[in-house]
């Protein structure tokens, strides 16, 4: 019997997530089918028990219902827990058990660290946002024993509160919260600049003072344009940042992750990641 799976979101005919499953399930020989689901916001509790009900072994979630999805959880993972999202969840067979996992957080260290052969211990990081996505990755970036994560965010508010939430959950020195006249006065540069604002979704970027990039950093985007840079890579290539990546090889890395925790096999990312920057360029 073939296995189902899904991804829900809202919107979610842009997703590459069945593209990307389906070329992890042939590599790998496994019996799968992944299909993509629109997601009610009015009954997304409902949606996802009907088809863990019909079956269904697992599920990706995306925006907006990640917190959602967290929250149906019977048992969350400490990484879901610490973002306060979940992007996986995977059903028990024949019971009411949802287990549940954030995988952007390991998606992005993959491909920083394992792709790109980033180091982050010791070097000074700025990441832009206090969304979602920046929730998933701050626990794994602190892990890897960077000098210092400054964390700065259009709306303060929403900054403060997650620094400060985080702070308190790990126990950690290493992050702190800049305003942007707080940035502004900060004189030392960056090592690296992780824009996880969506900002780049409708071709703004940040607003950032040029002290940022004195140390030309590596620039990060998380989100990734169809063809060539996004509006944040452009940026700091005019800024001489001294590399740029969008976050294309996250995408695959957090849902190889997820394909892991469902199947017990670890897909080989590179060749999916080829295939699918080629499917984006032809489109
Ligand atoms: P959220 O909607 O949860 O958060 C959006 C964040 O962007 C907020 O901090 C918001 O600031 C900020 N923002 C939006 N527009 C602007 C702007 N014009 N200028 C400055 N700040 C802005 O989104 P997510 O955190 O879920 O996603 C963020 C990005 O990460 C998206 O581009 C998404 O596609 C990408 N992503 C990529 C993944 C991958 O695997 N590569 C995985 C997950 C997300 P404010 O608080 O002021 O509103």
């Given at each position: ?14 997703s ?13 020989g496994q019996?799968?089918h ?9 009954q997304?509790e ?25 929250a149906?959880a019977?048992?969350?993972?400490f ?9 996986t ?33 010791g ?20 892990e ?10 259009r709306?303060?508010?929403r900054?403060?509160?997650?620094v ?11 992050l ?14 960056f ?34 344009a169809?063809?060539g ?28 992750e ?26």
């Amino acid at each position: 019997m073939i296995d189902h799976y899904a991804v829900v979101g809202n919107p979610i005919s842009h997703s590459k997530s069945p593209f990307i499953h389906r070329l992890f399930a042939e590599q790998t020989g496994q019996e799968m089918h992944y299909r993509a689901e629109l997601g009610d916001p009015n009954q997304f509790e409902s949606q996802v028990l009907r088809w863990m009900a019909l079956g269904l072994r697992g599920l990706n979630v995306t925006l907006p219902f990640k917190e959602r999805a967290l929250a149906l959880a019977t048992h969350p993972s400490f990484r879901a827990q610490l973002a306060g999202a979940a992007n996986t969840l995977r059903f028990v067979p024949d019971t009411t058990e949802i287990e549940a996992d954030n995988t952007d957080g390991v998606g992005l260290m993959r491909d920083l660290q394992d792709r790109l052969g980033i180091q982050l211990k010791g070097k000074s990081i700025l990441v832009l946002g206090a969304g979602g996505a920046t929730r998933g990755i701050l626990g794994p970036l602190l892990e890897a024993h960077p000098q210092q994560v400054v964390l700065t965010n259009r709306t303060e508010s929403r900054g403060i509160a997650l620094v400060s939430a985080m702070q308190s959950a790990l126990s950690s020195q290493s992050l702190v919260f800049l305003s942007q006249s707080e940035l502004v006065e900060r004189s030392e540069g960056f090592d690296l600049v992780i824009n996880a604002t969506s900002s780049s979704l409708s071709g703004a970027i940040p607003d950032l003072p040029p002290n940022v990039w004195v140390h030309q950093p590596i620039a990060y985007d998380l989100a990734y344009a169809p063809k060539g840079d996004t509006a944040f890579m452009s940026l700091a290539r005019e800024r001489s940042a001294r590399q740029c990546s969008d976050g294309l090889g996250m995408l695959v890395e957090q849902a190889a992750e997820a394909f892991y925790w469902w199947r017990g096999i670890r897909p080989e990312t590179d060749s999916v990641l080829f295939k699918i920057r080629n499917m984006l360029a032809t489109q």
